[in-house]
Structures are given as structure tokens and as C-alpha cells.
């Protein structure tokens, strides 16, 4: 079964400093329909202006993911953290217990664009951790790369679930398939440019879920980038 999920029927929030669409249900935006997909809980697509940023506050079982676009976020948090997170980087953060921290854009001119991925973590109270982790474009031209995995296989940063998270570039011929176990679903995310999955033609910001489906096919590519999700 296949559903989509369209740019345009996403949450959205304007607090002037930043702009954030939501995928899931957040904050001030409210859908019974949709409340999270498995585990994953939040997609939010935030852009964040110049000189401003997420002040420090507190997390608490979660498994946290930054996926930048453009710009940088500076990272701080009470674990000792301090870090830049630039095109290419995938940031976990897994707030077990509990943790603090902060997310700025310190350009001065050019806006800070990324994704907050949330996903529910399979044990509760855990000790926090940070991990970050560049994969370059060449590791995800044509195909899908493991950027996040529950076991940190093929050097994915670790995540506290039965989760796999794979990004990749597609342009023109490119294609990719990827298998589904049975009983595996898998959430799609366009993060920009076009593409075909499925049949199914998508644009920056649409998503595709699959259940009982075999395999998801990525083609037809123009400058796209795209998030999926292997879950449970």
C-alpha cells in the first residue's frame, strides 16, 4: 500500500526567525492522521535566519537527527558538545535521560536550512550520547548511502531503534532499488529537487509511505535528494 504525503498539506509554523513545515504533528500543529509513521516521529524542514537559533533546551527520550541542506547549525549541549553541522553531516543526538542543548545559525546573511528528524527510541532512560558523521556527495551519487542504522552498520551513526536511514542523489538515468523485508515499511522524503518512486513523482518536501510493499524504486531524478527509512 502506497500513500503520499504532499509539500503542501504539511504543518507550518512562521515565527519570523524561523520558518518550519511539519510532517508529523508538532508544537502548535495538530493531525490525528498524522501523529508519526513506526517509530519515526518528526520531519521538520526548518529554516532558520541569520543570527538566531534554538536557545538552549531540554530533550528526553528521543533519538534526535539534524540533516543540513545549506548553511551550518552551531551545536552545543551539556555533554560537552560543541560542533558545526554543514552540508553532508548527519548529527544523532540521543537524548536518553535527559539533555540540553542549543542550535544556531551564526551567518550573518545566509539562511541555516536542515532537517529535525525525531524518532522514538526502543529503551527509555538511557545514558545521552552525541555522535556526527560526514558522508560526502560521491558516497550517495546514484545510490542510497546508510547514514543511520540500529546496529551502525557500513559506518551509519547509531540509533536506539530498529531503523535504517538512507539518503541519496539522483539525477537523470540514476536509479536505486531497495528491498523490503517482510513486515518492514518504509517512509520516504524528498528533501529537494524531483523524483519518481514507485511511479509516484514527487517534489521537494512530498513523502511516500509504503506498507506491504516489496521494494521501493527511485528514479527519474532532477538535482533530488532524498531520506529513507527502513523501519519496523
Do not use: C
Amino acid at each position: 500500500m502506497i500513500t503520499l504525503r504532499k509539500a503542501n498539506e504539511r504543518g507550518h509554523a512562521d515565527h519570523g526567525w524561523l520558518n518550519s513545515y511539519h510532517s508529523f504533528s508538532f508544537a502548535d500543529y495538530h493531525d490525528p492522521d498524522h501523529m508519526g509513521f513506526g517509530p519515526l516521529r518528526v520531519i521538520n524542514e526548518d529554516r532558520i535566519a541569520p543570527g538566531t537559533g534554538f536557545g538552549t533546551h531540554g530533550h528526553r527520550d528521543m533519538e534526535i537527527l539534524s540533516y543540513v541542506l545549506e548553511g551550518a547549525i552551531a551545536h552545543k549541549d551539556n555533554m560537552g558538545n560543541g560542533s558545526a553541522i554543514v552540508p553532508g553531516d548527519v548529527q544523532r543526538m540521543s537524548a536518553g535521560r535527559g539533555v540540553m542543548h542549543s542550535e544556531y545559525n551564526h551567518s550573518k546573511e545566509g539562511l541555516a536550512h536542515f532537517l529535525q528528524i525525531w524518532i522514538e527510541p526502543n529503551q527509555r532512560g538511557i545514558d545521552p550520547g552525541y555522535e556526527q558523521k560526514h558522508f560526502d556527495a560521491a558516497a550517495k551519487r546514484g545510490k542510497l548511502a546508510l547514514v543511520a542504522d540500529g546496529q551502525a552498520r557500513e559506518g551509519a551513526v547509531k540509533i536506539h531503534q530498529d531503523a535504517s536511514i538512507y539518503a541519496g542523489l539522483f539525477d537523470g538515468a540514476e536509479r536505486a532499488v531497495h528491498e523490503l523485508k517482510p513486515g518492514r515499511r518504509a517512509y520516504v522524503h524528498v528533501a529537494r529537487g524531483t523524483l519518481t518512486v514507485n511511479g509516484q513523482a514527487l517534489t521537494a518536501g512530498d513523502a511516500l509511505m509504503a506498507e506491504e510493499t516489496a521494494q521501493i524504486v527511485l528514479e527519474n531524478g532532477d538535482k533530488a535528494e532524498v531520506l529513507l527509512f527502513d523501519l519496523d
